[in-house]
């Protein structure tokens, strides 16, 4: 089993930043990669970014390019979500998750643990 713990969601003014982080604890030799999910209010859980085990390999969603950078540090199993000239639309709860398997999957159902989610509000 593993669980992970997200931190450093808030309320933050439009062009503002905020840096989300993730710790995984028990079998996290098992992860090999790792992303993060956002939910708003009425929608769908939507696939935000995600990173392998290398941190070579990353893949953002569209609508974060640019603006969003996903990290890790393996040695505190921990991933990051520096978050950039946010947007009242990045208004949601975030979710850390991580796969056994490396693809870096879009798809929430492709992920194997998820975190509890922090709130982040961009306000105009």
């Known amino acids: 089993q593993v669980q992970l713990v997200e931190s450093g969601g808030g309320l933050v003014q439009a062009g503002g930043s905020l840096r989300l982080s993730c710790a995984a604890s028990g079998r996290t030799f098992s992860i090999n990669a790792m992303g993060w999910f956002r939910q708003a209010p009425g929608k769908e859980r939507e696939f935000v970014a995600a990173i392998g085990w290398s941190g070579k390999n990353t893949n953002y969603a569209d609508s974060v390019k640019g603006r969003f950078t996903i990290s890790r540090d393996n040695a505190k199993n921990t991933v990051y979500l520096q978050m950039n000239s946010l947007k009242p639309e990045d208004t949601a709860v975030y979710y850390c998750?991580?796969?056994?398997?490396?693809?870096?999957?879009?798809?929430?159902?492709?992920?194997?643990?998820w975190g509890q989610g922090t709130q982040v509000t961009v306000s105009s």
């Open positions: 998750a991580a796969r056994i398997g490396s693809l870096l999957y879009t798809a929430s159902r492709q992920y194997d643990y």
